[in-house]
């Protein structure tokens, strides 16, 4: 009975001094006088967060319930409090005019025991910066169209292969299809490497790709390694699943190994990587593992959130059959003016570019964007301050289905983007590919995929929607990027023959 008594006492104590320190930790913001989301222990106040509600719906409803009220409101994550951010010029102190405050992002890196995990996206500070500076000349107008007939090479493979099903049936699960094409032009533009997907939908790059995006910890856990980053990396916690990390290094080490050997040259971003490593007119070249973390970051990127927009994108011409008519006839009419696909046909279609816009504004793949205080911050006009350490989240899918910013937002309209229109509206109403010098240095390539794939199957098929997709749609919690539940299923109808 001693021992019993022993163990309930400390977990008694254990339990008290937990919600002490949560109570005491869940007055930070009514202290300083701003506006918050109540918080409950032990969740703080995104309770139900990647287990039943998606971070896009959390993130909306603290947003429309306290915009207005402030230029930022409190949220805690646990006990962690995060600053969220609702004013627009707020939005572009933090990402633009005040960026040297702000350039980091917070995230969890292991550069020795997790080395997929140390790229553009995670690092902050110097790192960030030596990293950014090498890497943005590899993405400019240039090199993508070196790399440009790569893309429409296997755009041209996923129309065959979309033709040769639709032959035995033509009611398709859209996204995995999508998935399949992106693999496929990013292993080829990132790795030199036939993947394969399109033949094979169980190829080795897919299935990686996807098992990169499960998450390898519960929520809570994940969250404690982000708070705790230092502690994490002195207890070697890696966040990349072992194979996945040991999959894309083999393929970088093999790939470089090869190239290298037989003085090889593709014209794709593999190649700019290689010049990096072996530049001499560099301070310090990349390294290999460097190399893979860039490339794997690269191909992620691609994989997913191009894939992603490309799908909600035929789920909205797919409910929306006059626009869907409206962007056939200009990219036939680029076909004809043209005569092939070129670089400089895809950039002569802006009512496409108008479509992916629009389908990012409705559908931003990653709801919002992070940074964090680097040093106390005074918000202008106010004499509040952020204060060091901060997490300050921009809650981008919200702003950008904002009824002030984008009257009857659920409805889908490219002529929101019609220059004459954009022009008049704030730049930090659309976000997609965030802001600022700390902005999606691939978004070039991001677009260029999405033109191509978008163009090609508009020129080759009618879409509508299959009665198997769940509406209203309805997002997978516990995925980072917006993911509908039960996927996007449609009906395709081939409009020419081959």
């Known amino acids: 009975m001693e021992l019993i008594s022993i163990i309930a006492f400390v977990l008694i104590s254990i339990i008290t001094a937990a919600y002490i320190y949560f109570k ?24 139900g967060l990647n287990k039943t509600i998606h971070t896009s719906d959390i993130t909306k409803r603290i947003y429309d319930k306290f915009k207005g009220t402030a230029k930022y409101c409190g949220v805690y994550l646990m006990a962690a409090p995060i600053a969220m951010i609702l004013d627009l010029d707020l939005v572009k102190h933090i990402l633009v005019k005040d960026f040297s405050n702000f350039s980091d992002k917070g995230f969890y890196s292991n550069e020795e025991d997790d080395p997929l995990s140390a790229n553009l996206f995670t690092l902050d500070g110097d790192k960030w910066k030596k990293l950014r500076a090498k890497l943005t000349p590899t993405f400019t107008s240039g090199k993508m169209k070196i790399m440009f007939s790569h893309v429409v090479e296997v755009g041209e493979r996923f129309n065959d ?99 290298e050997k037989n003085d090889v040259h593709r014209n794709d971003f593999m190649d700019i990587l290689i010049k990096l490593k072996n530049d001499k007119n560099a301070l310090e070249g990349l390294t290999l593992n460097e190399i893979a973390a860039q490339a794997f970051l690269f191909f992620l990127a691609g994989f997913e959130t191009s894939s992603t927009t490309l799908m909600f994108c035929l789920y909205e011409l797919s409910k929306n059959p006059d626009i869907q008519s409206k962007a056939r006839k200009v990219v036939q009419e680029a076909y004809e003016k043209h005569g092939t696909f070129t670089y400089e046909m895809m950039m002569d279609m802006p009512y496409i570019d108008h479509i992916l816009q629009e389908t990012l504004r409705r559908y931003p793949p990653v709801p919002f964007v992070s940074r964090i205080a680097k040093n106390d911050y005074n918000v202008p006009e106010t004499s509040n301050i952020i204060e060091k350490g901060t997490i300050i989240v921009i809650p981008t899918y919200a702003i950008q289905n904002d009824p002030e910013y984008y009257p009857d937002p659920e409805r ?58 769940i509406e209203p749609l309805s997002y997978i919690p516990d995925c980072f990027v917006l993911n509908p539940k039960g996927g996007v299923h449609l009906n395709l109808i081939p409009i020419k023959s081959k």
């Not at 930790?25 to 995104?46: D, L, T």
């Not at 022009?423 to 590919?433: A, C, V």
Request: hydrophobic share 40%; with cysteine; aromatic share 12%.
């Open 412 to 469: 889908f309209d490219p002529d929101r983007f019609a220059a004459d229109i954009a022009r008049e509206r704030d730049t930090m109403t659309w976000l997609p590919f965030s802001e600022g010098p700390r902005n999606c240095v691939g978004l070039r390539f991001g677009m260029m995929q999405a033109r191509t794939g978008l163009a090609i199957l508009l020129n080759n098929f009618e879409f509508t929607l299959n009665s198997k997709t």
């Open 161 to 259: 292969c979309l033709r040769g099903i639709v032959q035995e049936n033509n009611e398709v699960e859209i996204k995995d299809l999508l998935a399949r094409f992106t693999t496929d032009v990013i292993g080829t533009c990132a790795f030199g490497i036939e993947c394969n997907s399109l033949k094979d939908p169980n190829a080795g790059f897919k299935n990686m790709g996807e098992k990169a995006f499960r998450p390898r910890y519960p929520s809570l856990i994940q969250f404690l390694v982000i708070g705790m980053k230092n502690v994490s990396r002195r207890f070697h916690v890696k966040i990349m699943p072992d194979d996945v990390s040991e999959f894309f290094l083999r393929m970088v080490y093999n790939t470089v190994k090869y190239r």
């Open 24 to 47: 005491n930790a869940f007055n930070y913001w009514k202290s300083r006088g701003i506006p918050f989301e109540e918080p409950i222990i032990p969740y703080g106040s995104v309770k």
